[in-house]
DNA sequence: GCCAAGTCGTTGCGCATGCAACCAGAAGTG
DNA sequence: CACTTCTGGTTGCATGCGCAACGACTTGGC
């Protein structure tokens, strides 16, 4: 069975295989089922959701496209036609920036917000069933420390909230 | 400020928040970090350092695409263009099925297994420098077992090794 | 043996994304 | 003010993916 290229790498324990792999499946499922549940349930991706809250909890429910981009992970094309497609379902509308002539803002419509009231309840329910109930309070406090500490190391910088 | 439509659901408490977002965050930090020092050292992608890699470690470096798909988590048309192009690079190798005239087999080629066993080298240091150095024994192991919990909660059944 | 139903891998298509290039405008420098 | 440099948003293009449909084959029921 050994032939000439043996791997000389050392490999992962037992233990440090399940934390590593355990988190790329566990995001992939989480992931998976909550996009999917989301869209079953109100028509919306995880994307588009990820936008309308971050407007919905902005000052004046809206924000700069350069900071929706960066605060959802995205880049700015990407940002440009997913905010498209979201003002073609009306669901916010591009505002004029009066201090900066270039800018402009993503502003979240009334329809919008109710789109995101309830889908948030939805998403709520399921990342708490799905994830959060499966960890006690000190366990969570442990994962949110832990984090921020692969944050720092991996990049990202900070992350705002 | 308070508008017709004020939020309903119960949002997530600072530290719910934290383990969540952090997670979200955590992932795509690591998966983009992991990525591109892996297509930096070794012009590979993380798709296919992952085909090249469950390859290796399988009986006679090779296995039915449609295992590898599972494996993967990727859908069966997506492994068969990813292995069209790890085919194109020689990393790989379509072997027909004598039990099965249906299916296939990607099996590894030593060019690939070269490669790999370098790629392996680093992505292995990446993984540990970038998260598993992070944690404690203790914290691994719990981060272990909590994942086993997500998984069998939120689908993606039970995840093989 | 024969036919229906299921499975495996491939292909056409549509979609979401990133990169690079671009323009308009802002900000810094002389 | 004039000029360069930088930044914000959009666009063309390429990429990688999933879904649905297909053909080839296997499996199960009769």
Do not use: N
Not at 6 to 24: C, H, N, Q, V, Y
Not at 44 to 50: G, H, N, P, R, V
Not at 62 to 88: K, P
Not at 106 to 129: F, Q, S, W, Y
């Amino acid at each position: 069975m050994a032939t000439s290229t043996d791997i000389p790498a050392r490999l992962l324990t037992a233990s440090e295989l399940r934390a590593w792999r355990g988190m790329l499946r566990a995001h992939a499922a989480l992931a998976k089922a909550l996009d999917a549940q989301l869209e079953a349930a109100h028509g919306l991706q995880l994307s588009s959701y990820e936008v309308l809250m971050y407007l919905a909890d902005a000052e004046d429910q809206r924000m700069r496209m350069c900071d929706l981009a960066s605060t959802i992970l995205l880049s700015r094309s990407g940002l440009t036609r997913l905010v498209d497609r979201l003002q073609r379902e009306g669901l916010l509308e591009r505002v004029a920036c009066a201090q900066d002539a270039r800018g402009a803002f993503a502003k979240l419509t009334p329809l919008g917000r109710e789109r995101l009231a309830a889908a948030r309840v939805t998403h709520l329910d399921g990342v708490r069933a799905m994830f959060l109930d499966l960890f006690t309070p000190e366990e969570l406090e442990l994962l949110g420390t832990s984090w921020d500490r692969v944050l720092e190391t991996a990049g990202l910088g900070c992350c705002r909230t």
